[in-house]
C-alpha cells in the first residue's frame, strides 16, 4: 500500500535524514587510502548510539541470514549490500556506503545499551519502531581516484539528480527511469535492473518500487505527499549483476566492472521533489 506522507511524518524524517547526511559528511574526511573499512563500521555505530538512533539494516531478513551490519560497503565491482569488513582501502578505490537509520525521539529505546551485535533484539526493536526513517547511500573515491571512477562518478550523480528532478507531481514512476537509462547509456554505461529505489516510511522498504530504467509515460502517477528514494547503480560495463551465493546478500558486476552507487530520500511537493537527505547544496560535494 503506497501512502501519502504528513507534515509531521517528514518533519520525523527530515530529523533522521540530518543525521545520516552529517555521518555521510563525517566519512568524507574518514575514508582515505590505508584505513581499514570496518572504520566505516564502527564510525556509524559510534554515532548511532550518541544520536540514539536505531541502524535499522541490522536484523533485516534475508533469504540466507539476517542482515548483520549498520551499513553496506560496496567496493569497486562490488554493486549493493555487501558485508563491512576488514579489509585496507587503497589509493583508487571506489567505495559506496550504504545505510537506514531511525530516529528515537522518545523513551521507546536507548542505543546506548543495546548489544548492536544481538540481530534478535534488533529485529524486536525495528518491528516496534514508527518513527521518522532515513535512507541514503553515498559514493567515495579513496585517494586519488583514476579518470574510470571520476568519470562514473559523475554520471552516476547526475543520473541521480535527473531522476529527482524527473519526479514531479503529475509524472509516472517510468519517467524516473527513462531520464536515468536515456543518460547513462547514452555515454555506454550499464544501469542495474535488479536492485531499485522504493517508498519509505514508517518502515524502511514500502511501495512503490521506483526502477531506474523505463519508459516515460508509463507506471504509477506520482503524488504529492510521496517519499521516496531513486538510488541508481551505473557500472562500467554490463547492467547484469551475481549475488553472493553464501550469504544471499551482496550483489557484484558480472563482468568484473566498476559500479557507482548515489541515493537520496526525498519528498514530493507541489513545488517539486525536496531532499531529505541532503549534505549541503546540491551538485557540490
Known amino acids: 500500500m503506497i501512502t501519502l506522507k504528513s507534515a509531521r511524518e517528514i518533519e520525523q524524517m527530515q530529523r533522521s535524514c540530518d543525521i545520516l547526511a552529517g555521518i555521510h559528511i563525517g566519512l568524507r574526511d574518514l ?14 555505530r559510534k554515532v548511532c548510539k550518541e544520536k540514539n538512533v536505531i541502524p535499522m539494516q541490522i536484523g533485516v531478513d534475508g533469504a ?3 542482515y548483520p551490519y549498520a551499513t553496506c560497503c560496496c567496493l569497486n565491482d562490488e554493486v549493493a ?6 579489509q585496507t582501502l587503497k589509493d583508487g578505490d571506489l567505495i559506496k556506503v550504504d545505510m537506514v537509520l531511525g530516529l528515537i525521539e ?17 529485529k524486536a526493536i525495528m518491528e516496534g519502531f514508527r518513527g521518522g526513517v ?14 574510470e571512477v571520476t568519470d562514473l562518478m559523475d554520471v552516476t550523480r547526475e543520473c541521480l539528480y535527473r531522476g529527482i528532478e524527473a519526479a514531479q507531481v503529475g509524472n509516472r514512476i517510468g519517467d524516473i527511469g527513462a531520464a536515468i537509462q536515456e543518460y547513462a547509456e547514452g555515454l555506454g554505461y550499464g544501469v542495474v535492473r535488479d536492485l531499485c529505489g522504493h517508498g519509505v516510511g514508517p518502515t524502511m522498504h514500502e511501495e512503490p518500487l521506483i526502477p531506474h530504467f523505463g519508459k516515460a509515460g508509463r507506471g504509477l502517477r506520482l503524488r504529492e505527499g510521496m517519499v521516496i528514494t531513486v538510488e541508481p547503480m551505473i557500472n562500467t560495463g554490463t547492467w547484469q549483476v551475481v549475488e553472493d551465493e553464501e550469504t544471499g546478500w551482496g550483489f557484484k558486476t558480472r563482468d568484473g566492472g566498476l559500479s557507482c552507487q548515489y541515493e537520496h530520500q526525498f519528498v514530493i511537493t507541489k513545488d517539486g521533489p525536496r531532499i531529505l537527505t541532503s549534505q549541503g547544496e546540491e551538485r557540490t560535494y
Request: glycine letters at 4%.
Open 31 to 44: 575514508i582515505k587510502p590505508g584505513i581499514d573499512m570496518w572504520e566505516i563500521e564502527e564510525y556509524v
Open 106 to 122: 522518545d523513551d521507546y529505546a536507548d542505543m546506548k545499551k543495546v548489544d548492536f551485535n544481538d540481530t534478535k533484539k534488533m
Open 64 to 66: 540466507m541470514m539476517d
Open 81 to 86: 549490500h555487501s558485508f563491512p569488513r576488514h
Open 134 to 147: 532515513a535512507d541514503s547511500c553515498w559514493a567515495y573515491a579513496v585517494g586519488e581516484a583514476p579518470k
